[in-house]
């Protein structure tokens, strides 16, 4: 039984674009003197456990720096099968994966946002230790800590909402590779992989991280990212 890692990387980020005003793709804006996709493919390539990292690119991507991914090494493998949405993308690298490693079976597969890239060797052997053998997967995932809102058309505050038992999911997310494709299949609108498991009426395990695994959304997002990156401990 192995380890992979699959990063879906076939978005354009326009939320962040709008905002910026930037036309580059999210994943390859600059970062702490690297693209922004860089630093996560680094983490999981130097990952003891994970035996390869898949990338998953849309199929007319000509925007992604070849040369600055040599160094990452031969764990790495770029799959330009990218679809409209997460689920297709991540669908399609499943898939893949099996062409180039044949078939995975109960391995397991790590799949983790091109634009969360604080994630650290840390998080990543939690999340392998605490799911262990746990048939449903898990993700990494903090407790909600502030006060929920619902709001209405007029962006009043209608209701708030009780926060006991709410999490706020992050990547990576890990389950095994035939069920995971089997659910994805089962639920092909969702917008994460544990959605996908949950509809199969499985209950992933949560494992607590902590808010430095950001996900770049906005730009200010991107320098709270390289301040992470440029003070957190050598070897976090």
């Not at 597969?109 to 262990?132: K, N, T, W, Y």
């Not at 890990?174 to 949950?198: C, G, K, N, Y």
């Amino acid at each position: 039984m192995n380890y992979h890692a699959l990063v879906p990387a076939a978005g354009t980020g326009s939320r962040m674009g709008a905002l910026s005003g930037r036309a580059t793709p999210k994943q390859y804006l600059p970062l702490a003197g690297k693209p922004m996709i860089w630093h996560a493919l680094a983490t999981l390539c130097a990952a003891p456990a994970i035996a390869d990292v898949f990338v998953v690119l849309a199929p007319d991507d000509d925007s992604w720096p070849a040369e600055a991914m040599q160094a990452l090494g031969d764990k790495l493998h770029v799959l330009r099968c990218g679809g409209e949405t997460r689920a297709q993308s991540v669908t399609n690298g499943l898939r893949g994966m099996s062409e180039v490693l044949g078939e995975l079976g109960d391995d397991w597969v790590l799949v983790h946002d091109a634009a969360r890239p604080c994630l650290s060797q840390a998080m990543i052997e939690r999340l392998i230790a605490e799911v262990g053998d746990d048939d449903a997967g898990g993700l990494l995932a903090v407790p909600v800590a502030d006060t929920l809102k619902r709001c209405d058309e007029h962006g009043r505050a209608r209701q708030t909402v009780a926060r006991d038992g709410l999490w706020q999911a992050q990547t990576p997310q890990m389950f095994r590779h035939r069920l995971l494709l089997d659910a994805l299949d089962f639920a092909p609108q969702v917008t994460d992989e544990a959605s996908a498991i949950e509809a199969l009426g499985l209950s992933p395990r949560l494992v607590a991280a902590d808010i430095s695994n950001l996900k770049v959304t906005f730009p200010l997002d991107l320098q709270l990212a390289e301040w992470i990156l440029r003070n957190r401990p050598p070897h976090a």
